[in-house]
T-cell receptor
Framework: AQSVTQLDSQVPVFEEAPVELRCNYS??????LFWYVQYPNQGLQLLLK??????LVKGINGFEAEFNKSQTSFHLRKPSVHISDTAEYFC????????FGAGTRLTVKP | ETGVTQSPTHLIKTRGQQVTLRCSSQ?????VSWYQQALGQGPQFIFQ???????GRGNFPPRFSGLQFPNYSSELNVNALELDDSALYLC??????????????FGPGTRLTVL
């Protein structure tokens, strides 16, 4: 069965600093990978997804992620964060159904 | 194009009661999925409907049931509520044309509290 592990439950960073949110997955078959963001009192919004092809995926709001099959990882990065990036971020893997990680709370401080 | 909407926003029930949560998918989206998000956790898949038929189910008991209607609306019903059912319930719709590659569009959720 597939599963997702988000390695950091909380990541505090200063504004304009780079950030990496880590995600590892396990699956015995090929997977599709997603990153979603959840702002307070809102539903989830898709940031980006990996289906096939180039392992570097660019998404909205300046985020990008790299699929690494050998390390079974799909880490999310942004070179310079803003206060408005403060939110909960979820990594997800889709095999038979969508499985989400427990989330990483990104807090951007001024 | 309207997004995914859910009602009600908040709901308080007592143990043993039954509840119905509603979702309106984006027009043209044939697939709707329901998720339970407990506090501090990621969403957990409950089930999925495609063209009014259940076509996938997570590890949830039969007292969780659903319906999907031709007008792109759907319901999640939970019978015999338990305290652990307190959570944010999210519905997500997708086109249903690309299977598990589909992007899911989430509603804002219904916060259910069971006392």
């Amino acid at each position: 069965a597939q599963s997702v592990t988000q390695l950091d439950s909380q990541v505090p960073v200063f504004e304009e600093a780079p950030v990496e949110l880590r995600c590892n997955y396990s699956s015995s078959v090929s997977v599709y990978l997603f990153w979603y963001v959840q702002y307070p009192n809102q539903g989830l919004q898709l940031l980006l997804k990996y289906l096939s092809g180039s392992t570097l995926v660019k998404g909205i709001n300046g985020f990008e992620a790299e699929f690494n099959k050998s390390q079974t990882s799909f880490h999310l990065r942004k070179p310079s964060v803003h206060i408005s990036d403060t939110a909960e971020y979820f990594c997800a893997v889709s095999v038979d159904d969508m499985r989400f990680g427990a989330g990483t709370r990104l807090t951007v401080k001024p | 194009e309207t997004g995914v909407t859910q009602s009600p926003t908040h709901l308080i029930k007592t143990r043993g009661q039954q509840v119905t949560l509603r979702c309106s998918s984006q027009s043209g989206h044939n697939t709707v999925s329901w998720y339970q998000q407990a506090l501090g956790q990621g969403p957990q898949f409950i089930f999925q409907y495609y063209r009014e038929e259940e076509n996938g189910r997570g590890n949830f008991p039969p007292r969780f049931s659903g319906l999907q209607f031709p007008n792109y609306s759907s319901e999640l019903n939970v019978n015999a509520l338990e305290l652990d059912d307190s959570a944010l319930y999210l519905c997500a719709s997708s086109l249903g044309t690309s299977g598990r590659r589909d992007t899911q569009y989430f509603g804002p959720g219904t916060r259910l509290t069971v006392l």
